[in-house]
């Protein structure tokens, strides 16, 4: 006989309102900068292309930035560019002494050679901490610009006081943008920290098995409410960190933003879980403001005199 899976009442871990909190911190810190006679910090940001999903999110990273005093520029080329005058772009913002940190918004399109361009980009000014010698410094343990969304996630945890330390983190994704650098810092010896991670992805055989033996779980594949309560340990912690947008017609824009969790089946099961929106998204914003604010103050990469 099987027993359905016991239902809990569950929290829900507002990222909104917690990234609300961090922005008003660096807000306050600017604010100090100022006030010391420092420059204020300065991110820029390339978006290449129409992409729907890529325009809110650089449209909502130009707002955050106004939000916390920090100035922004926005460089938008149509998706006709070289990858030669996009690398010259790059390297452009890499010398230019105004910019602290910059990003180019992801997906590129498919006749750039994304891999290059992140290469291109300055350690120093990598404040999506997707360059090698930062990955490479988050593996070592160094100071390192973090990737932003693994560092909402961490900070998430942080801030709800979530116990992490021996628990079983479970990673659904094995991206280098969320997947791969999330299973690398939750089980890093730090607070929070110290869980045992398993990475899942495609590959991955008896998946839903794993999946119901995490005490942490983060879905970050990016297909829609791909897990499901026959996946979900009761009283498990869900991360979802998904956010694809999926066609419905009672919404004035003709979409809306699905999360890689059956939210109304699992969310009854858990302890805590993330909604979306406003679960992980904010807070990657919030994460990607936090890495200017330390590039601006040379915390990594201490500044040249
Ligand atoms: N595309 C999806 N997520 C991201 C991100 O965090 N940074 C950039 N640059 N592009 C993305």
Known sequence: MTTAPEATTYRLIDGKQTAEAIKEEIAAEVTQLKAAGHKVPHL????????????TYVRNKVLACERVGFESTLLRYEDTITEAELLAKVEELNHDPEIDGFIVQLPLPRHI???KVIEAVMPEKDVDGFHPMNIGRMVAGLPALLPATPSGIVELLRRYELVTDGKHCVVIGRSNIVGTPVSI????NLEPGN???TLCHSRTQNLAEITRTADILVAALGRPEFVTADMVKPGAVVIDVGTTRVE??????GWALKGDVNFAEVAPLTSYITPVPGGVGPMTIAMLLLNTLRAAKGE??????
């Not at 820029?44 to 325009?55: F, K, Q, R, T």
């Open 113 to 115: 050679d994304t891999n």
């Open 185 to 188: 810092l939750l089980a890093k």
């Open 300 to 305: 990594v990469y201490p500044k040249q005199a």
């Open 44 to 55: 820029a940001a390339i978006l290449v292309g129409h992409d729907g999903g890529s325009e």
């Open 248 to 253: 419905d017609a009672t919404k004035k824009s």
């Open 195 to 197: 869980c045992t991670v």
